[in-house]
């Protein structure tokens, strides 16, 4: 279970952080300079805030987005399972590309979401019955709780067990309340 | 103390996963989420007293009401998305069934939700006044699926005799069949007298 | 909410079917009616055995009640279908359709089964032809990219069941292209 | 069938030829009420934001079913084959009463998602009907003489008896009832509007719609990215951001679908 705001990024903070502020979770104080993990959400607004023409904190790009992955993205986007890699990486690394406008991270998300995500998922479901639909949905959400591919996963399957309902003309008759 | 809105994470993530449901309100978490949010102002309240001016020279103090800011931020931005998932269910309650307070709905609900239903389909039905023509429809009335089937056809089970209608008269012989206003005969096909074909 | 959950992302087939209900088709009377002042134009008058056109859910209502027959619409007979199946599988694109082909189809055989010769030699080819649309519509989905996608000769039915997934991808790829602007900018 | 069509073409019984029909495009009768409503509430379903309220459109047609109503009725008292036209007219009349009735509350959905950004914009507010602003937020102003010699601000208890709300006030209530009135009073404000923080919902103004042109006019520079171009023709369906053909679609050159 997850939330894209929720991951944690690492970064540095430019000046030591007190004790009270419990950042590492051993209620110990945090010199400067000290690599440490931060969800999202805070990361992303501290780096905002500048103290005498320094930033409070620098945010490093995750393991996950380093040049080992970008190349094998760009050598077969199918080969690379990125949800195997981070659950959201997809969903991070937009949020990377936007804060940080790195370019090069945004071709390969890129290729790496058309292929990998979109396409190969669509074709699972597409001639699936409305029984193994119906099942199915469940066990999706179960196992892959938090790729993105779940939300498009269940848009696309929504459509189309409606589209099968219409289908069948299965128009639901005014039932009697009396039973016989 | 926690790290960080331990209990808004907790909170997005039930919200997050009672998406598609009307969950019991969780009153202990929320309760819980404000009183960290009120200790953390507390805290900023304090630091900024006791440095005064000498807050700017002290950059590990910023960055420690900074990041207590950010967190009170972030948790009443959760509790905002809770309380507005929650009452978006409310609302689709009220315009598809009209009964919200079954009872299961009423478990679900706090207190002001309760207060919250009632108040919003008052402001729903003053609203719909103006259209009486058309009819909008909400509190469990018309819903919004397209016009299909306006008429049906249906079959007499039992004899009934004549009915008067909208439409006209309709001598109900078993057996027989009409099609007919919808409207019209829903109350004899719960019934039992006419069968929808 | 004031809109249903289930339709705020995409029509309701239900909906499209509504909407294709303002399509002429040509009907056969068996009744003889003056003409007919209704809100959007008049009808009419009927004459059997004159054929009329009449939108689709006028033609269904009078079918319903067994006051006409309907004619069904040229291309849908078997060798029309057919024939646009063998167009659908020889190209890449997109084969041209009416814009409310399966809809149509769809109420034909619902209200007028009666009507069309070799039924289910049609619902067959339907089948098929969707069939092959829909894995057309599959490879058009790598090719969204967030600036714009071309859609061209897509039915309605189709274009609102895709609607969800395509928008969200879409939705997605927007986002990971404001460097093209830039690039612009510095050109 | 083929002696029909003959028949057909040499008596000019119907309105419209075959090959009218046969192109099984939508717009066949433009400028008829009931098809630009139909085209009006299909563009509202699939924008993100609000579009300009058609007061007279829905105005019209709600007279005109009110209209119709009466023949109808008086359809009932007569012989069978008045109540068969009967039947035929109010079937037509539900089918446009639903498309007012769906119209309003996609409407009325969307005020209640964006309540706080269309009241604190004129540009956008003014698309309301009078009916549709009164539900977002009543504006106290107009309910109560304003002195404006003396500056004295109507109290709010006595402009809103009873329970007489509007939407934006309920929401106030609800959240300030559920948990904001616990908080420290600075941050008892429902409408956060720090960049990343904002509680303040906004359409999207680059989500995604699909687009045909309604003549044929010819290629069109998208904005956002001026190396791209649609072509506006009933035949080119594009996707494309919302905020690309926001324009377009103002000036009806082109409808959602």
């Known amino acids: 279970m997850g939330i894209p705001w929720l991951q944690k990024v690492p970064g540095r903070f430019n000046d030591s952080v007190g004790a009270e502020l419990n950042l590492t979770g051993e209620g110990v104080a945090v010199p400067s300079g000290t690599k440490v993990e931060l969800p999202y959400w805070l990361a992303e607004s501290l780096v905002e805030f500048y103290q005498r023409d320094e930033t409070l904190f620098d945010m490093e790009t995750p393991r996950i987005y380093n040049n080992r992955v970008r190349n094998a993205i760009i050598a077969g986007p199918t080969s690379v399972d990125t949800r195997r890699i981070h659950p959201y990486f997809h969903r991070l690394g937009i949020k990377f590309v936007q804060k940080f406008e790195q370019e090069q991270l945004a071709q390969v998300l890129k290729l790496a979401s058309i292929y990998t995500q979109f396409s190969m998922r669509c074709d699972m479901f597409a001639n699936m019955s409305p029984l193994t639909l119906l099942i199915s949905r469940g066990n999706w959400t179960r196992q892959n709780d938090n790729v993105c591919t779940v939300a498009l996963f269940r848009l696309a399957h929504d459509s189309a067990m409606a589209m099968k309902s219409w289908q069948s003309g299965s128009k639901p008759l005014l039932q009697s309340a009396v039973s016989y | ?197 | 909410m004031a809109l249903p959950q289930k339709i705020q992302r995409q029509f309701s087939p239900e909906e499209i079917q509504f909407i294709a209900g303002n399509e002429f088709i040509s009907i056969i009377p068996n009744f003889t009616l003056d003409k007919m002042e209704f809100i959007q134009t008049s009808y009419g008058p009927f004459m059997p055995p004159l054929q009329a056109q009449v939108p689709l859910w006028l033609a269904v209502a009078l079918k319903k009640n067994r006051k006409c027959s309907i004619v069904p619409p040229t291309w849908f007979t078997k060798d029309n279908l057919q024939a646009l199946l063998q167009n659908e599988e020889d190209h890449d694109e997109f084969a041209k359709v009416p814009f409310h082909y399966m809809e149509i189809a769809h109420m034909l055989i619902e209200v007028a089964p009666d009507e069309i010769p070799d039924i289910e030699h049609i619902r067959k080819l339907l089948k098929d032809i969707r069939e092959c649309r829909q894995r057309k519509t599959r490879d058009l989905l790598g090719k969204v990219d967030g600036t714009r996608l071309e859609l061209h000769n897509m039915s309605r039915m189709e274009l609102n069941e895709i609607r969800p997934l395509f928008s969200a991808a879409f939705n997605e790829m927007t986002k990971l292209q404001f460097l093209d602007n830039q690039d612009e900018v510095m050109e | 069938m083929d002696n029909n069509s003959t028949l057909n073409s040499s008596i000019h019984i119907t309105q419209s030829s075959d090959a009218f029909y046969e192109t099984g495009l939508d717009d066949e009768f433009a400028t008829d009420d009931v098809a630009e409503m139909t085209q009006i509430w299909i563009n509202e379903r699939n924008s993100p934001e609000i579009l300009p309220y058609r007061r007279r459109l829905v105005e019209d047609l709600t007279e005109l079913i009110e209209h119709q109503g009466m023949v109808a009725m008086e359809g009932l008292s007569e012989n069978v084959d008045m109540r068969f036209r009967s039947m035929l007219y109010q079937t037509e009349m539900e089918r446009i009463k639903f498309l007012i009735r769906n119209y309003l509350r996609t409407r009325l959905y969307k005020i209640e998602k964006y309540t706080t950004y269309l009241l604190n914009r004129p540009d956008v507010r003014e698309r309301l009907s009078d009916k549709e602003y009164e539900y977002a937020q009543r504006s106290v102003f107009e309910q109560m003489p304003f002195d404006f010699h003396n500056f004295i601000v109507p109290n709010l208890k006595t402009v809103f008896p009873g329970n007489a709300k509007s939407y934006a006030e309920l929401l106030e209530k609800h959240y300030s009832k559920s948990f904001l009135n616990t908080l420290p009073q600075s941050q008892q404000d429902v409408n956060e509007k720090i960049n990343t923080l904002s509680s303040v919902s906004v359409p999207d103004e680059y989500s995604a719609v699909i687009v045909r042109g309604k003549e044929e006019q010819g290629m069109f520079e998208l904005e956002s990215r001026r190396q791209y171009e649609i072509r506006l023709s009933p035949e080119s369906i594009y996707m494309v951001r919302y905020s690309d053909i926001k324009l377009l679609l103002d000036e009806g050159q082109v409808e959602l679908i």
């Open chain 2, 1 to 197: 103390m926690s790290t960080f809105a331990d209990n808004a994470y907790k909170l997005a993530k039930e919200a997050k996963r009672t998406m598609e449901i009307l969950a019991p309100y969780n009153e202990d978490l929320v309760r819980s989420i404000c009183r960290e949010i009120r200790f953390l102002c507390s805290l900023i309240d304090k630091i900024k007293a006791d440095m005064k001016s000498e807050l700017q020279q002290n950059p590990s103090a910023i960055t420690t009401v900074l990041v207590h800011h950010l967190t009170v931020k972030r948790s009443k931005r959760v509790l905002m998305a809770y309380h507005r998932q929650r009452v978006n269910r409310v609302k689709q309650i009220i315009w598809d069934q009209g009964n919200v307070l079954s009872s299961d709905n009423r478990i679900a609900l706090s207190g002001p939700e309760i207060d919250f239903a009632k108040d919003y389909s008052e402001l729903m039905t003053s609203y719909k006044q103006n259209f009486m023509e058309i009819d909008l429809g909400g509190n469990g009335g018309i819903g919004l699926d397209p016009p299909d089937d306006l008429f049906i056809e249906v079959r007499v089970l039992k004899d009934a005799g004549e009915v008067q209608t909208e439409y006209g008269v309709l001598n109900l012989k078993r057996g027989s069949q009409f099609y007919v206003r919808r409207t019209d005969v829903e109350s004899l096909i719960r019934s039992g007298y006419l069968k929808h074909v």
